[in-house]
């Protein structure tokens, strides 16, 4: 992963390539639709792989082509209105071309909801979307009963398909959400099974689900998306100090920097894959804590027809930029910056801020009806302070003079029958032994559970047992979740297939956040309106933009907690 600050451009646009199994030298005079033919594939997957075709093919130029050996060719699903040509021009092929790979299949003419191919099938592969096409839709759709269904904890794709006697393909076309992941509560959709020992959803309780924009993504319209990332090329390379292998090992801003752009890589990507019509741009921009150049790369670039810009970093850095982007009303995320400033229209902080992941906690405490006790030391007076003002129903332990917990008065304020959150703000790990262990002896006379407001440095040494932690099931709030999906595990491997490692949380992140905003300015009503009105999810990060006295932020929270097992799970 490191090894892609190379293939970053000194004249600071970055163009995206992808991996592929296969390179094609180009000969003089060659076509992609020469090469194309030659590899049976696609212009559209020759184009996917080297945006650079699309211009002029140069001679002794290389192509990444997609090995086709047993690949599957491209289905495309037709849509409202669509035409043979719309179809033919969005994958770069011919209508001729179609109609020879979809014979039977247009018999009777193009039908919005068909399947057909858009690149070159095999002889089985035909046959099989035929017959999908003929038959097993109709069974579907009239042919067998459909009944809601709830999902429970620990079910996944897989399972709910051998429950249903149903495909995963069928299952995901009649519950779009399911693209998301499985997650526990979701209705789905589902074939009546007779004397099926299933849970059937509630239908006053039903649970609100996460929007799925793919489901309402407007192909017809081109859109442009901008990311401005510090990588500093030009101070790397006039530093006659230290070389670039030198600044990877070292520089922990680059590194960051490097994950959250391979996390957008891959992002990218996807969009790539499913056709999303978005221009994508990425800028250098040189940042640091009194300094950018981002004024600068605005004014030598065409901003007025972009429709999102994620980045930069710092806070300072991204409010100038809304600044000067607000003329033109063009949306602007700031992806990693828990810092807030200025509120304005269009500036979305993309990270929760650390008062609502405080919030988060305490609202679990309310609907939990606990008892909550804290434990904080005297250095942490400004918890203490916030604590008390916000929240002044909660009881406060105390130490005696020699600084060890008084162990009867805490015992005086738990409640037997009844949960006791026991908030925890120590800096010392000797300290924070010693009360995890009287924690886990009261937990024999009460229902106790530790939490604290953030993972702090000192719950990490090694002398607190991670049993110690574990038993006591810690609770904290965080703006991540843990993937447990499928599809979350899939894009871990995929990550670690292309970057030899697996992605830590800034390349999630960077996957995450670049991935919703394309998805969000391909809507029909455009990046603002969605994101103020629907709420998404991701591999790791969810996002529920609100607008408080104009301050626009991500109200998705989590709370997580160590479990018995070593895992960390979500609170429920």
Known sequence: ????????????????????????????????????????????????????????????????????????????????????YGIAKKYNVTVSDLEQWNKSALEGGLKKGQQIFVSKPSSTQEKSLSTFVSDTKPKIATKTALSE???????????????????????????????????????????????????????????????????????TEQKSMVLLLPFNINKMETDSLKTRSEHLKTNKFLNLTLDFYAGALMAIDSAKVLGLPIDVKVYDVESSKNASNVASVISKNNFEEVDVVIGPFQNSTVETTAQLLSKYNVPVISPLSKERGLPMNNLYYAV????????????????????????????????????????????HAAFNDKGALDVALLKSQLVKGQKNFVLLEIEKASTILNITKILKGLQKEYDIQLAVLELYD?????????????????????????????EERIFELQFKKINNIYPNAAAKKGFDITFDAMLRICQPEGFAKSAATTKTEYVEN???????????????????????????????
């Open 149 to 219: 269904y709830e999902v429970q904890p620990k079910e996944t794709l897989y399972s709910l398909t051998k429950k249903f006697n149903i495909s995963q393909e069928d299952l995901i076309k009649l519950n779009p959400d399911l693209l998301e992941g499985v997650k526990i509560g979701m209705i789905l959709k589902v074939p009546s099974i007779p004397n099926a020992n299933v849970k059937v959803k509630d239908s006053v309780l039903a649970p609100k689900n996460k929007t799925n924009l793919l489901a309402s993504v407007d192909f």
């Open 458 to 486: 000192a719950l990490n040494f090694q002398e607190i047992p991670m049993k110690n932690l574990t038993d006591l099931k810690l609770l904290f709030p965080s703006a991540t979740k843990v993937a447990e999906t499928p």
């Open 352 to 395: 929760p801020s650390e008062d609502l992941l405080k919030a988060s906690m305490f609202n679990y405490f309310k609907a939990k009806n606990g008892n909550v006790v804290a434990i904080i030391s005297a250095k942490k007076t400004t918890s203490k302070e916030f604590i008390t003002k916000n929240y002044p129903a909660v009881k």
């Open 542 to 572: 969810a996002f529920d933009y609100n607008s408080n006295n104009g301050m626009i932020t991500n109200n998705a929270t989590y709370l997580l907690y160590y479990d018995s097992d070593l895992t960390i799970k979500q609170a429920q």
């Open 1 to 84: 992963m490191r090894r892609i600050v190379f293939l970053i451009s000194f004249f600071q646009v970055i163009t995206f390539q992808l991996q592929a199994q296969i390179q094609h030298v180009v000969a003089k005079g060659e076509t992609v639709f020469q090469i194309a033919k030659k590899y049976e594939v696609t212009p559209y997957d020759i184009y996917r792989l080297n945006p650079d075709a699309k211009e002029a093919l140069k001679e002794n130029t290389t192509l990444l082509i997609p090995k086709p050996s047993t690949g599957k060719a491209i289905v495309h699903e037709v849509g409202e209105k669509e035409t043979l």
